[in-house]
């Protein structure tokens, strides 16, 4: 018994200490952080998380994954543009159709989905015409869907000479 009480003021200074140590990390001094200085994510891999959170309804986390494969990956300006037709931001959308077809002037999709817009704002008809007529030439394997936006585009520029 005697051994026992000789060591109770250590146990008590021991847990005072740690008390006392707690407190001041708690407090006062900052906890070491770890800084990453380089994206560990590729371009590639942003894009792919953008479009995982665009089909889950997370907008505005796919534009932000989409904005940072932007600057190394154009094809993200189409789907930025995507996302802002998806929440009605049009002028946005124009916007980022417009740096798609200026980063990647090969990209029928973002020329389509340029004249799809304008044929759903009714304007810059002509323009839209030859959008998707370019969209035609650049990806004939997506004639069938260029085409559809190209006949809607000249419908509605006859139903306005009517």
């Not at 990390?25 to 900052?30: D, E, I, M, P, R």
Request: proline share 4%.
């Amino acid at each position: 018994m005697e051994r026992h009480l000789k060591t109770e003021p250590f146990i008590y200074l021991f847990v005072a200490s740690l008390l006392a140590l707690n407190s001041l990390l708690l407090t006062g001094c900052a906890l070491p952080r770890i800084i990453v200085f380089e994206d560990p994510l590729s371009p590639e891999e942003h894009l792919n998380l953008g479009v995982a959170y665009e089909k889950g309804g997370e907008l505005d986390s796919a534009i932000k994954e989409y904005k940072t494969a932007a600057g190394k990956l154009p094809v993200a300006y189409l789907y930025l543009g995507n996302v802002y037709v998806r929440k009605n931001e049009l002028g946005e959308a124009e916007k980022y159709y417009i740096k798609a077809i200026k980063n990647s002037p090969e990209n029928g999709d973002a020329h389509n989905n340029l004249a799809w817009l304008y044929y759903m704002k009714k304007e810059n008809l002509d323009e839209a015409e030859e959008l998707a007529l370019k969209a035609i030439t650049l990806n004939a394997a997506k004639k069938d869907v260029y085409q559809d936006t190209l006949d809607k585009i000249r419908a509605l520029k006859a139903d306005r000479l009517r």
